[in-house]
């Protein structure tokens, strides 16, 4: 059997004619009609799913934004920003770019998303400790599972500190009504090869407002003054996504839709499966407030007391049976590179890491090869 892999993308057939035009009008390098279009169709979906607001700035990377975004708070040496702990590296290495200290905390059990109670609990004891607040909060929806926002909203607010939501695996989430990526001060999608759609790699950066999207476009390309010469005032960055990427990312807009859509079914089917098989569940997440999951990935949780596999020995067969499968991430309060980093801790993400793991979940796994998963992990 061909290889099952965890979320391999899809092309829609009109990537082509958008690189097509591309290439024959030159537009090769960063910017271009691609990319004033890619934003555009970007702006238009999102107004379509409930936020009629955003402006959108596409850039190279998801990270890019998350770092754009402390940029723009103007955070740097000696503050600190406080992060969801159980995330990919991304979310918290861009604090480090701007010079500033991550204070990592902890998931709750329903969504694995930051724990709002830890979080009010680490601002009050960073205050305490350092004389003043913490500079942003950067809250992720992990494996397209909405965060619960309502709660760190009002938090966030009270305290009067900036909320970067980070919604790399989560384009097409819905909480209370709104769209992931939009609910914060910033938020960020990423358009890598795995996300939701592609663009080989890239990203953009959500703001509320046309001023705050235009200061994130001077600080991506490079921070050119508007002079007749080449002007700078300020450290800028070469972040801007090329005409090309954004071809393919305009192609892939047409069906995101479809794709959203089959990740749910393949999460619906895998809930349905699993239902006899013990030891093994499916994380069904409970938030705070009525909320849609992408399902970005489907992930399951192992308890080898009962199953008789530990995490480790299932992703082992399933690799044997040529499925793709991988653990879920590493907390960052585990990660050697931020041992020295402040963390409040539950022990929520630190278990989920070890009996987690995630299932082939894209546009392109079939109802049949979730027959086949199943009947593998059965075995």
């Known amino acids: 059997m061909e290889k099952i892999w965890l979320s391999l993308a899809k092309m829609s057939g009109k990537e082509e004619a958008y690189i097509r035009e591309a290439f024959e009008t030159n537009w090769v390098t960063p910017l271009g009609p691609n990319v004033d279009g890619f934003e555009s169709d970007i702006n238009s979906w999102l107004t379509h799913q409930g936020c009629p607001d955003a402006h959108v ?173 080449y002007q700078h005032e300020k450290i800028g960055y070469n972040y801007r996504m090329s005409n090309i990427s954004a071809g393919i990312g305009r192609g892939q807009m047409h069906i995101l839709d479809s794709h959203i859509a089959r990740r749910r079914v393949n999460h619906n089917l895998y809930v349905e499966k699993f239902k006899d098989i013990a030891g093994i569940t499916v994380k069904e997440p409970q938030g705070d407030a009525t909320m849609l999951p992408n399902y970005w990935l489907t992930c399951i949780e192992i308890d080898n007391t009962i199953a008789g596999t530990t995490r480790d020995e299932l992703s082992a067969k399933l690799a044997a049976a040529n499925i793709e499968s991988r653990p879920l991430w590493k907390p960052m309060h585990m990660q050697p590179v931020f041992a020295e980093a402040p963390a409040y801790t539950n022990g929520t993400s630190e278990k989920a890491f070890e009996q987690g793991l995630c299932l082939p979940s894209g546009p392109v796994v079939t109802d049949d090869d979730i027959d086949y998963i199943i009947n593998t992990i059965k075995k």
């Open 57 to 229: 700035t596409a850039l190279a990377s998801g990270t890019s934004a998350i770092h754009l975004a402390l940029v723009m708070l103007n955070i740097g040496r000696g503050d600190e920003v406080i992060c969801q702990s159980f995330t990919f590296a991304a979310s918290a290495n861009p604090i480090c770019y701007v010079g500033a200290t991550p204070v990592f905390v902890d998931s709750e059990p329903g969504t694995w998303n930051i724990d709002p109670d830890l979080l009010e609990e680490a601002i009050v004891d960073r205050k305490k400790k350092t004389g003043k607040l913490p500079r942003a909060i950067i809250a992720v929806h992990l494996y397209g599972t909405p965060a619960c926002m309502n709660r760190i909203t009002e938090i966030a607010r009270r305290y009067e500190i900036p909320l970067i939501e980070d919604a790399a695996e989560a384009m097409g989430s819905i909480y209370d009504g709104k769209p992931c990526g939009t609910i914060g001060d910033y938020g960020i999608f990423s358009f890598n090869g795995n996300k939701m759609i592609t663009t080989s790699g890239g990203g953009a950066l959500i703001s509320h407002n046309k001023a705050d999207a235009d200061k994130a476009k001077f600080y991506a390309t490079q921070a050119r003054e508007p002079f007749p010469y």
